[in-house]
T-cell receptor, first 111, second 114 residues
Framework: GEDVEQSLFLSVREGDSSVINCTYT??????LYWYKQEPGAGLQLLTY?????DMKQDQRLTVLLNKKDKHLSLRIADTQTGDSAIYFC???????????FGKGTRLHILP | EAGVAQSPRYKIIEKRQSVAFWCNPI?????LYWYQQILGQGPKLLIQ????????DSQLPKDRFSAERLKGVDSTLKIQPAKLEDSAVYLC????????????FGSGTRLTVV
């Protein structure tokens, strides 16, 4: 089946690292994504990882994929107020090209 | 390059009325998607077009929702008649190829049904 689960809220102090976790059920997923959605805005593709990789780093962002446990995480180093948003974990199953989204994690930055 | 354009930005209608949303994808993008995002949830795919043909409309409530993509460019999504539970943001996205990683999303149309 297709299901992507993630916690709904995360609060982090400015300057600390944020870690947003996600689990998915479809072991055939080819790509896994992190999207960012700011208030009133559309979805912005932050980063993605191919299923044969276990880590991807892009500036302040680190994606870790544990395919055995079907667990994906997004680490944001040195979290800033501009990182306040909803972060969606998503996957593309092998059999098609649609993207299946989780419910999103709202990241709140504490001063 | 210009992004995915959607209009209107906001729409408020009464239940049982009709409404239509418009999407203009990035030039040259063959694949177009409509997603519904209910408040507090992730986007859910309603329909996928490849050029002007439907690839997947399994999640589209066909008794009230319809969508078309004439000439394989712009697309319209219609709801007739609207229900309260149709209140959501309707997102359009496009990609050059079906195998392209990720899509480009528009800013969405926020529909409120009262």
């Amino acid at each position: 089946g297709e299901d992507v689960e993630q916690s709904l809220f995360l609060s982090v102090r400015e300057g600390d690292s944020s870690v947003i976790n996600c689990t998915y059920t479809d072991s055939s997923s080819t790509y896994l994504y992190w999207y960012k959605q700011e208030p009133g805005a559309g979805l912005q593709l932050l980063t993605y990882i191919f299923s044969n990789m276990d880590m991807k780093q892009d500036q302040r962002l680190t994606v870790l994929l544990n395919k055995k446990d079907k667990h994906l995480s997004l680490r944001i180093a040195d979290t800033q107020t501009g990182d306040s948003a909803i972060y969606f974990c998503a996957e593309t199953p092998l059999r098609d090209d649609k993207i299946i989204f989780g419910k999103g994690t709202r990241l709140h930055i504490l001063p | 390059e210009a992004g995915v354009a959607q209009s209107p930005r906001y729409k408020i209608i009464e239940k049982r009325q009709s409404v239509a949303f418009w999407c203009n994808p990035i030039s040259g993008h063959a694949t177009l998607y409509w997603y519904q995002q209910i408040l507090g949830q992730g986007p859910k795919l309603l329909i996928q077009f490849q050029n002007n043909g439907v690839v997947d409309d399994s999640q589209l409530p066909k008794d009230r929702f319809s969508a078309e993509r004439l000439k394989g460019v712009d697309s319209t999504l219609k709801i007739q008649p609207a229900k309260l539970e149709d209140s959501a943001v309707y997102l359009c996205a496009s990609s050059l190829l079906r195998t392209e990683v990720g899509y480009t999303f528009g800013s969405g149309t926020r529909l409120t049904v009262v």
